[in-house]
Nanobody, 116 residues
């Protein structure tokens, strides 16, 4: 089992920056891929970006150049640095960890609200 706890959400104005963090505990040795998803009201949950244990990243087109994912394997954390935030970035952001292609875990989510 893996437990994930996100922190760092809040209300910001458009153009601001915010950093989310996700701390993993439990069977952390089994975590391969980690990532961030988000879900806006009335929309499906979507991938924001992901990072492998080796540090390779992948981003949604909508956040490329503005968001950066980083990972500290020693501290078992993954972070999401969000710059130049837009109102359309408003959503609940979830941390996700994969231990295999069929086993994954979610955090409880943290709200990001970007006002115009």
């Amino acid at each position: 089992q893996v437990q994930l706890v996100e922190s760092g959400g809040g209300l910001v104005q458009a153009g601001a920056s915010l950093r989310l963090s996700c701390a993993a505990s439990g069977s952390i040795f089994s975590i391969n891929l980690m990532g961030w998803y988000r879900q806006a009201p009335g929309k499906q949950r979507e991938l924001v970006g992901s990072i492998t244990r080796g540090g390779s990243t992948n981003y949604a087109d909508s956040v490329k150049g503005r968001f950066t994912i980083s990972r500290d394997n020693a501290k078992n954390t993954v972070s999401l640095q969000m710059n130049s935030l837009k109102p359309e970035d408003t959503a609940v952001y979830y941390c996700k960890a994969w231990t295999s292609s069929t086993q994954n875990y979610w955090g409880q989510g943290t709200q990001i609200t970007v006002s115009s």
